[in-house]
T-cell receptor, first 114, second 112 residues
Framework: DADVTQTPRNRITKTGKRIMLECSQTKGHDRMYWYRQDPGLGLRLIYYSFDVKDINKGEISDGYSVSRQAQAKFSLSLESAIPNQTALYFC?????????????FGEGSWLTVV | GENVEQHPSTLSVQEGDSAVIKCTYSDSASNYFPWYKQELGKRPQLIIDIRSNVGEKKDQRIAVTLNKTAKHFSLHITETQPEDSAVYFCAASSGGSYIPTFGRGTSLIVHP
């Protein structure tokens, strides 16, 4: 089955450390996203990319950076992790031209910053 | 930008009862309204969506209604079952980017 795969699925890191979350997809979608989920705050968009040469900030991009290495790969970096970046992170894809506007989420990456 | 408010944050019902989750949006240009279900420990998945040229859409026990004038839309689940227990997210987006803005989620608990 075509899917959205995130690595690592769980990570504990220390304050000030650099951490990268990786995402790859076999859906063939052009659009990729990184969301953050916190209890009571819903799903908030960090960054999105419409194609390899297109990167855009979402509503909460401060403290994060991204890289679109290929159509199928989109990574999220925390350059200097802080405890309030402890959250569940979702990579996602969509392809409005083929599948309507459905967002397909990966399984999520739990990040704890201590 | 778009702002989506979702209520209630928690909803507890008995099996067989109906459940209604309500959302309001701020951007009158929004024209696509999906609903996602997230079971415990799982990823959110689309369960139903509605476009602004339609007032209501049904899929078995779930339905969504849209009132464009009032800028609100609702998810209705009839004959609830324990497996309906999950967090439900509404979202709104507009043509062009179609990037959804999500509500904060409703935790639905269905008691057997």
């Amino acid at each position: 089955d075509a899917d959205v795969t995130q690595t690592p699925r769980n990570r504990i890191t220390k304050t000030g450390k650099r951490i990268m979350l990786e995402c790859s997809q076999t859906k063939g979608h052009d659009r990729m996203y990184w969301y953050r989920q916190d209890p009571g705050l819903g799903l908030r968009l960090i960054y999105y990319s419409f194609d390899v040469k297109d990167i855009n900030k979402g509503e909460i991009s401060d403290g994060y950076s991204v890289s679109r290495q290929a159509q199928a790969k989109f990574s999220l970096s925390l350059e200097s992790a802080i405890p309030n970046q402890t959250a569940l992170y979702f990579c996602a894809t969509s392809d409005p031209g083929r599948n309507g506007n459905t967002i397909y989420f990966g399984e999520g990456s739990w990040l704890t910053v201590v | 930008g778009e702002n989506v408010e979702q209520h209630p944050s928690t909803l507890s019902v008995q099996e067989g009862d109906s459940a209604v989750i309500k959302c309001t949006y701020s951007d009158s240009a929004s024209n696509y309204f999906p609903w996602y279900k997230q079971e415990l420990g799982k990823r959110p998945q689309l369960i139903i969506d509605i476009r602004s040229n339609v007032g209501e859409k049904k899929d078995q026990r779930i339905a969504v209604t849209l009132n464009k004038t009032a800028k609100h839309f609702s998810l209705h689940i009839t004959e609830t079952q324990p497996e309906d227990s999950a967090v439900y997210f509404c979202a709104a987006s507009s043509g062009g980017s179609y990037i959804p803005t999500f509500g904060r989620g409703t935790s639905l608990i269905v008691h057997p």
